[in-house]
């Protein structure tokens, strides 16, 4: 199965500011996937990234507030706008199809 | 409209116990269930899944049993050990036209195995 990197691990934001994740595969793949997982919780879809075109984004979510990028096969952003402490979470990418998902390790967001 | 139920939120076991988390899922288009295995500070690991078309799936201490005509699965663990100690994700996958397969995911069971 693939390899995700992500980072950051982890971050604290000032309200207001922006932050930007990355994302890495370590092989070629059509559809990257971004979720949040909010303290305690399950995890939710934001966005599902294919290379070459806009993502496409789960009701409650906008490209304004996250807006992501998906330059080549192996990589993609994803980045939290105009932060608040109710986008505090942890943030995951994910690689996968029919035999499975894999995950990143996350970004863990804290937002003061 | 939460598509896939699980439960317990929580489960305490002894050591070499089983344990056992239920999921029920509404959509009968799913195809596709997998459980994850989640420790702290790390992305959720798939643990083992299985189709619609098996009733029950076995991978070492793992089995998954799947009822197809009540739209419920469970995740058996057993002899549980310390180390299994962790959050439980059920999911639900379906194929979509045109679109990526995404995941649907139950909301998580805190596991601890007591030494």
């Known amino acids: 199965s693939a390899v995700i990197s992500q980072k950051p691990s982890r971050d604290i934001c000032q309200r207001g500011t922006s932050l930007t994740i990355q994302c890495q595969v370590d092989?070629?793949?059509?559809?990257m996937f971004w979720y949040r997982q909010q303290p305690g919780q399950s995890l939710t879809l934001i966005a599902t990234a294919n290379q070459g075109s806009e993502a496409t984004y789960e009701s409650g979510f906008v490209i304004d507030k996250f807006p992501i990028s998906r330059p080549n096969l192996t990589f993609s952003t994803l980045t939290v706008s105009n932060m608040s402490p109710e986008d505090s979470s942890i943030y995951l990418c994910s690689v996968g199809g029919g035999n499975g998902y894999t995950f990143g390790s996350g970004t863990r967001l804290t937002v003061v | 409209q939460q598509q896939v139920k699980q439960s317990p939120q929580s489960l305490i076991v002894q050591k070499g116990g089983i344990s056992i988390i239920n999921c029920a899922y509404e959509n009968t288009a799913f195809d596709y269930f997998p459980w994850y295995q989640q420790f702290p500070g790390k992305g959720p690991a798939l643990l083992i899944a299985?189709?619609?078309?098996?009733s029950e799936k076995k991978e070492g201490r793992f089995t998954i049993s799947f009822n197809k005509s009540a739209k419920q699965f469970s995740l058996h663990i057993m002899d549980s050990q310390p180390g299994d100690s962790a959050t439980y994700f059920c999911?639900?996958?379906?194929?979509?036209?045109?679109?990526?397969?995404?995941?649907?995911f139950g909301s998580g069971t805190q596991l601890t195995v007591l030494p």
């Open positions: 092989s070629q793949v059509t559809m």
């Open positions: 999911a639900a996958s379906m194929s979509r036209s045109g679109s990526a397969r995404q995941l649907t």
């Open positions: 299985i189709r619609p078309d098996v």
